[in-house]
T-cell receptor, first 115, second 113 residues
């Protein structure tokens, strides 16, 4: 199993530009989570999906952030327009349904730098 | 102004010694707990989990202890190796039991050769 796949691994962009982060969950997993990790705030849950439906987006910082999951094998997190304070490592994680739903498997992350 | 980052607790141990990493959780209604290891430049990796109907669970070189009375969780690593150097996070499941986890701030483990 390839695990959770995130792309790109690194992204450097200028303030005001649109940024799109991508995630492919593990096949068969029905929940997908987007996290942001910074030195200031640690690991924060932004949004999560269950069966492609957004369940809780209370962690999304503001309207500049949006996430979609058009099908079971793909999700995007978009920031438009990006700001320097969005610089962080963004992780995607997925989990199985049923009794193991609490074990989340993380991708390697996307390191975003907004200049 | 001066920026203040998270001050992660740090545990420094000698290679070969046992390590104990502690965690206090917040919600007495949580019934599932999990430990993750995050190495530099990587995503968090599942280590071991425990349900609230257990006090102890053992894995390979790791043991998790749960004390529900004081809402305390610990991770014990036997014969700590340099490869164990990482940040360790505990997490509890959300009381809504939707699969959402609530993560702690993390503890840095440094293993001295």
């Amino acid at each position: 199993d390839a695990g959770v796949i995130q792309s790109p691994r690194h992204e450097v962009t200028e303030m005001g530009q649109e940024v799109t982060l991508r995630c492919k969950p593990i096949s068969g997993h029905n929940s997908l989570f987007w996290y942001r990790q910074t030195m200031m705030r640690g690991l924060e849950l932004l949004i999560y999906f269950n069966n492609n439906v957004p369940i809780d987006d209370s962690g999304m910082p503001e309207d500049r952030f949006s996430a979609k999951m058009p099908n079971a094998s793909f999700s995007t997190l978009k920031i438009q327009p990006s700001e320097p304070r969005d610089s962080a490592v963004y992780f995607c994680a997925s989990s199985l349904p049923g009794v193991n739903k609490n074990i989340q498997y993380f991708g390697a992350g996307t390191r975003l730098s907004v200049l | 102004g001066e920026s203040v980052g998270l001050h992660l607790p740090t545990l420094s141990v000698q290679e070969g010694d046992n390590s104990i990493i502690n965690c206090a959780y917040s919600n007495s209604a949580s019934d599932y707990f999990i430990w993750y290891k995050q190495e530099s430049g990587k995503g968090p990796q599942f280590i071991i989990d425990i349900r609230s109907n257990m006090d102890k669970r053992q894995g390979q070189r790791v043991t998790v202890l749960l004390n529900k009375t004081v809402k305390h969780l610990s991770l014990q690593i036997a014969a700590t190796q340099p490869g164990d150097s990482a940040v360790y996070f505990c997490a509890e499941n959300s009381p809504s039991n939707t699969g959402k986890l609530i993560f702690g701030q993390g503890t840095t483990l440094q293993v001295k050769p």
